[in-house]
């Protein structure tokens, strides 16, 4: 297969997860005969830097043409100024307006062994198998907001909108994986206090019912949600929210596989490319330190395979290694117990190509 795939590795940990993640396409290319193109271009911070713009046409035009999109990560405290004209995550918001990725999956399930580094009990835990399906383009990060008065009297606001058709393509998402997975699916709201949150709900309930009528569905508050998510997490299969509920619970998820360093996530549209990324962000307190866990966005380009290159075998075989990996005890800093030995960014990846290989 012939493939276009664009590379934005951004800011801090970005530039060093990324290029692991590159040498293990290179491999899978040469292993599978695949011709793949690979270009990077920049995003976020560095773009501002050089370009003034957080997501230049040049970067926005590449990811248009390519086949499939894999991102580090972006922002980092150099761009933090609160009167600055943009911000890093300004490009990223873009990207995925302006692709249409309106459906971000985000899978957890714990790696079995490193049960034992999660904050949470391993009963609790063990069995974990999750796919959040969180809205992207939509909702509070794209609602009108704005500032208006002075001193005390000044004030913000940002308002969280979302309409039935988007409600609705997101949960066809999140049910058309339910049926393939365990059948069983929650939609998250706030229904007891918003009235977007009351459209929604309604949307979401004819959606099931009408075209996905055998599956175990549910509906939960937001803030019952958090609560659950930590006390009983097998419980879950596929869990379907609105964009800002869905960033927060996603990283609350992502303790229960013990560290956000392994967690990859795809964002994909109705058509076009997908874009890859894993869920943590920048980390510039360690950015060039070659400690960096390059394994959630080792596994991010798995899901790119998989998703956008439909290339299962491929996808299957990074993914196994990575548990190989794991399974004989390598650690990056983010992973490892007290007492542990841990090895640095390339090393690991190093361990994930010869697994492959093997
Ligand atoms: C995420 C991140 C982004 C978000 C930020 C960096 C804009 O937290 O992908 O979860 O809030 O969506
Ligand atoms: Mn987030």
């Known amino acids: 297969m012939d493939a276009n795939i664009v590379l934005l590795p951004g800011d801090g940990i970005g530039p060093e997860i990324v290029s692991q993640a590159e040498r293990v396409l290179r491999a899978i290319a040469e292993r599978y005969g695949h011709e793949f193109e690979l270009s990077s271009h920049p995003i976020g911070g560095c773009a501002i830097d050089e370009f003034g713009d957080p997501l230049p046409e040049s970067t926005l035009n590449a990811c248009r043409k390519s086949d499939a999109v894999l991102l580090g990560a972006v922002g980092g405290p150099k761009w933090d100024d609160p009167h600055a004209k943009t911000r890093p995550e300004a ?92 059948g069983k699916l929650t939609s998250v709201d706030k229904a007891n206090v918003l009235e977007v949150s009351r459209l929604w709900r309604h949307t979401a309930e004819e959606v099931v019912k009408k075209e996905f009528p055998t599956l175990e569905y549910e509906v939960v508050l937001v803030d019952a949600m958090a609560m659950h998510l930590i006390s009983r997490p097998t419980d879950f299969d596929v869990v379907v929210t609105g964009n800002m509920f869905g960033d927060i619970l996603t990283d609350e998820a992502s303790m229960l596989p013990g560290s956000l360093g392994l967690l990859p996530s795809a964002s994909v549209g109705e058509s076009g490319p997908g874009l890859y990324e894993p869920i943590h962000g920048s980390a510039p307190d360690i950015a060039g330190k070659g400690i960096a866990n390059p394994l959630a966005t080792i596994l991010a380009t798995a899901m790119l395979l998989r998703h956008s290159l439909q290339l299962g075998a491929e996808a299957d075989a990074i993914e196994a290694a990575v548990t190989q990996v794991l399974d004989a005890g390598h650690r990056t800093a983010d992973i490892a117990q007290k007492g542990e030995s841990s090895i640095g960014t390339t090393e690991i990846a190093d361990h994930v190509l010869q697994a492959m290989s093997g």
Do not use: C, W
């Open 91 to 182: 490009g990223l918001l873009k990207i995925r307006k302006e692709l249409g990725l309106f459906a971000n999956l985000r899978p957890i399930n714990p790696h079995p062994a490193l049960l034992d580094s999660s904050p949470l009990k391993r009963h609790i835990i063990e069995g974990t198998d999750i796919l959040f399906v969180r809205e992207l383009t939509g909702g509070i990060y794209f609602g009108d907001s704005g500032r208006q008065g002075e001193g005390d009297h000044a004030s913000a606001f940002n308002t969280m909108v979302y309409s039935q058709a988007e409600v609705k393509r997101v949960v066809r998402v999140a049910a058309a994986a339910a049926l393939k997975r365990r």
